[in-house]
């Protein structure tokens, strides 16, 4: 659980206010330098499988107000997109 909520909160701090910043500008698909621990994050939130992390699943890590950084596109779901997202 710990690290899970260290992930979230890096991730957090290290875009956070860029993400907020940009607003509606595009996303940017993962590099080829995305690291393989980032995937397994992901996958890690995920834990029915869809592909997405919804807000329950955030929330039973812990990790709410990441959960409103990260879902860019306000649909209640973070997909692996938005969660691999970097600013340009």
Do not use: C, W, Y
């Amino acid at each position: 659980m710990k690290a899970k909520s260290a992930l979230f909160l890096a991730l957090a701090l290290t875009s956070g206010a860029a993400l907020a910043e940009m607003g509606a500008e595009e996303l940017v698909p993962p590099s080829a330098s995305s690291s393989a621990s980032g995937q397994n994050g992901f996958e890690q939130l995920d834990q029915d499988g869809d592909g997405r992390i919804s807000r329950e699943e955030a929330r039973e890590a812990a990790l709410p107000e990441a959960f409103i950084i990260l879902d860019r596109d306000h649909n209640g779901e973070i997909s692996r997109q938005e969660f691999n997202f970097r600013p340009r």
